[in-house]
């Protein structure tokens, strides 16, 4: 059974980079049929989809944040990484990663992590 | 970027109930719309995909249906366990976004 783990800081300075990992457990990270997504929630809000990873390395990030945005995937150590630069008080939120998986073009998030809360502030 | 609507944003329902909850995109999503069940401090739980493929492991009381612009899910026989938030998302085109959410509490 497939199983996410988040880690990183908890608390991030303003201006600075938010940088969280997400470790799969259970299957290889590198096995085709699956991205794997950042999403993030503050606090009694809703969902907000960040971006995702293809093991080959490749990209898709929400366009509301791209320029600040960058994720990467580490097939040997099967995780993959979330980077967010110039971080403000807006982007503190639970952060969850999860695997995105993909049939004839139907895309869903399935599982995800426990979610891991990173407060902006200094 | 595709926006999502959800309706009722909360309603109060007893056990046994049955429940709708309506989704409504500002486009046409075919069948590309996946429900989730958040439960309180917990991650989302996928429901539903392709907006009516029951996920492995979800009891049958959920079903999904619709397609295009408008879709609902229904809880029939409301358990003590499904008191939980539901949101709607669309994967027709990225950015992938959800809907705002439909909080089921107890009456």
């Known amino acids: 059974q497939v199983q996410l783990q988040e880690s990183g800081p908890g608390l991030v300075e303003p201006s600075q980079t938010l940088s969280l990992t997400c470790t799969v457990s259970?299957?290889?990270?590198?096995?085709?049929?699956?991205?794997w997504s950042w999403i993030r929630q503050p606090a009694g809000k809703g969902l907000e989809w960040i971006g995702r990873v293809y093991p080959s390395g490749s990209t898709n990030y929400n366009s509301s944040l791209e320029s600040r945005v960058s994720i990467s995937i580490d097939t040997f150590k099967n995780q993959f990484s979330l980077k967010l630069s110039s971080v403000t008080a807006a982007d503190t939120a639970v952060y969850y990663c999860?695997?995105?998986?993909?049939?004839?073009?139907?895309?869903?998030?399935?599982?995800w992590g426990q979610g891991t809360l990173v407060i902006v502030s200094s | 970027d595709i926006q999502m609507t959800q309706s009722p944003s909360s309603l109060s329902a007893s056990v046994g109930d049955r429940v709708t909850i309506t989704c409504r995109a500002s486009q046409s999503t075919s069948t590309y719309l996946n429900w989730y069940q958040q439960k309180a401090g917990k991650a989302p739980k996928l429901l539903i995909y392709a907006a009516s493929s029951l996920q492995s492991g979800v009891p049958s009381r959920f079903s999904g249906s619709g397609s295009g612009t408008e879709f609902t899910l229904i809880i029939s026989n409301l358990q003590p366990e499904d008191f939980a938030t539901y949101y709607c998302?669309?994967?027709?085109?990225?950015?992938?976004?959800f809907g705002p959410g439909s909080k089921v509490e107890i009456k």
């Open positions: 998302q669309q994967s027709y085109s990225t950015p992938f976004t």
């Open positions: 259970g299957d290889s990270i590198s096995n085709g049929g699956y991205y």
């Open positions: 999860a695997r995105n998986e993909y049939r004839h073009s139907w895309n869903w998030f399935d599982p």
